[in-house]
């Protein structure tokens, strides 16, 4: 990165990750208060540990599924040559144009089975 002449290269792709964060994070939260309520319709204030995970793991998923076209694009654009691409939307774009929809969600599961092993 430092070959390619600035501090810049050190934050390629960074402007997806803040994109990214607000509506991932709040989907998140979302999905798993509204599991949660559901599950305590029966017995109010009361939900078990196993109940906790399958929210919790059913909301990351349903987030980060929902979001990850972002991850994409952030990959691309840090990983590839500057040149390569310019921006968020026109990565998009190009991504949209050459790939097609499921470049967008290309390594979706292994990236969902790690998170769920390491949170």
Do not use: H
């Not at 793991?57 to 691309?76: M, W």
């Amino acid at each position: 990165m430092t070959a390619e002449g600035s501090i810049r290269a050190f934050f390629r792709g960074n402007g997806t990750n803040v994109l990214k964060i607000a509506p991932e994070t709040s989907i998140k939260l979302a999905l798993n208060d509204y599991l949660r309520n559901k599950l305590q319709q029966d017995s109010p204030g009361i939900i078990t540990p196993w109940q906790r995970v399958v929210c919790g793991g059913v909301s990351g998923a349903v987030g980060q599924g929902l979001v990850y076209p972002l991850d994409t694009v952030r990959t691309r654009l840090a990983v590839c040559p500057s040149n390569e691409y310019t921006g968020i939307w026109a990565t998009a774009a190009r991504l949209w144009r050459t790939e097609g929809i499921k470049a967008f969600y290309r390594g979706l599961v292994p990236s969902m089975v790690g998170d769920r092993i390491t949170r």
